[in-house]
């Protein structure tokens, strides 16, 4: 355990401060006086609530001050069941991870960070997704994984601005047609949901690089989403691998249980995992066979 030490000169200008691994269950009250601060680290702690500490940061009334200047807070793998709608006052935040926690659901007010860029929420509880998480309008970063989603809002069609988006490990079964509105994405990560079928508005992700869809229900793919051609992530066991068209040119396998064939003539790379030692494959002329 550290030693926490925060001494009347030392918190007048201070921007960054980690109190992480200190099996803290409330902060500090000293904290209280950082209206400066732009980092915090308080991640790996016993933190239930935060009614108690953070918020009292935030209240204009209690003469104690504010972190309205905080742009980077880091809650991951603490005890958190929910957040007060008090977290919306944190106005300027731009990095939040809220990761490896145990919440089931988000305040609407927690939506109104709009400023955010980067949220984890992954390794939690959320069995839903608010409609208001389309106010988030800047995020490039957004990781829901390891939670119980089982549908997503159309509304996520707003965020136009998401570079990367995981939802492996959900219980997801469609997508809504807006995700083709995401026209900035370049990861998308799909990996072990209940999926069996994706909607063909996906074709518009034309700046997609990375696509996972392994383990999922799928028994064929939408031509459209073939027009991405770029690497496409794939699981043979999770679809027809002769629906693909020819246009795809790189195919990445996971998985290989039985032989493939009628692969598209332009294909000019297989991946295989390296754990992939015995196979059957007809090769297009010029195709070779690499490993990751």
């Not at 209690?62 to 008090?86: A, M, P, R, T």
């Not at 939040?96 to 927690?110: A, D, R, V, Y």
């Not at 031509?223 to 794939?234: D, G, M, T, V, W």
């Amino acid at each position: 355990m550290s030693i926490i030490i925060l001494n009347k000169n030392y918190y007048i200008n201070q921007q960054e401060l980690c109190l992480s691994n200190n099996q803290l269950h409330k902060l500090p009250s000293k904290i209280y006086k950082l209206i400066n601060l732009k980092k915090l680290d308080l991640s790996h702690n016993q933190l239930h609530n935060l009614s108690y500490g953070i918020y009292e940061l935030i209240n204009l009334s209690s003469g104690i001050g504010k972190l309205i200047n905080l742009q980077k807070l880091d809650l991951s793998h603490n005890q958190l069941v929910n957040l007060s709608s008090g977290f919306s006052k944190l106005i300027n935040l731009k990095d939040l991870n809220l990761s490896h926690n145990k919440l089931h659901n988000l305040p609407t007010k927690f939506f109104n960070l709009i400023n955010l860029q980067n949220l984890n929420l992954s390794n939690n509880s959320l069995n839903s997704l608010r409609s208001e998480i389309g106010n988030l309008i800047n995020l490039q970063n957004l990781n829901l994984s390891n939670n119980l989603l089982n549908s997503l809002p159309s509304e996520i069609g707003n965020l136009i601005k998401l570079q990367n988006l995981n939802l492996s490990n959900n219980l997801l079964c469609s997508l809504p047609s807006e995700i083709g509105n995401l026209i900035n994405l370049a990861n998308f990560n799909l990996l072990n949901n209940q999926l069996s079928s994706i909607p063909k508005e996906i074709g518009k992700l034309r700046n997609l690089n990375v696509l996972f869809l392994i383990d999922n229900k799928l028994k064929s793919l939408p031509s459209e989403i073939l027009k991405i051609k770029k690497k496409l992530i794939i699981s043979e066991k999770s679809y027809e691998i002769n629906n693909l068209n020819i246009d795809n040119r790189i195919l990445i396998f996971a998985f290989l249980n039985k032989k493939i064939c009628n692969l598209p003539l332009n294909t000019k790379e297989i991946w295989l995992n390296k754990n992939i030692t015995k196979f059957e494959i007809k090769l297009p002329f010029g195709c070779e066979i690499k490993y990751y």
